[in-house]
């Protein structure tokens, strides 16, 4: 009875080995793929040189090397 289990030990041992540990060794790829960080996606936000409201990039008004949020402020 006691070989018996020792053998069913030494079998699942031995599947364990070339199926899990061989592949590491081998130079392949892991069964589980690591998670990429996910990356934000956002907008620089830019501070109004006159009212220092803060207005994205893409909305912003350069004038003279200054960012504006409106025509108002920018006096376009």
């Given amino acids: 009875m006691i070989l018996k289990i020792l053998g069913l030990v030494a079998v699942l041992f ?6 899990f540990k061989m592949a590491r060794t081998n130079g392949e790829a892991p069964l589980r793929k690591p998670k990429k960080p996910k990356k934000l996606q ?3 936000m830019l501070e109004c040189a ?3 409201t803060f207005v994205s990039d893409k909305d912003a008004i350069i004038k003279e090397g200054q960012f504006f949020c ?5 006096n376009v």
């Fill in 14 to 19: 031995l599947i364990y080995f070339f199926f």
């Fill in 42 to 44: 956002g907008e620089t």
């Fill in 50 to 52: 006159k009212c220092s």
């Fill in 70 to 74: 409106s025509r108002e402020c920018a």
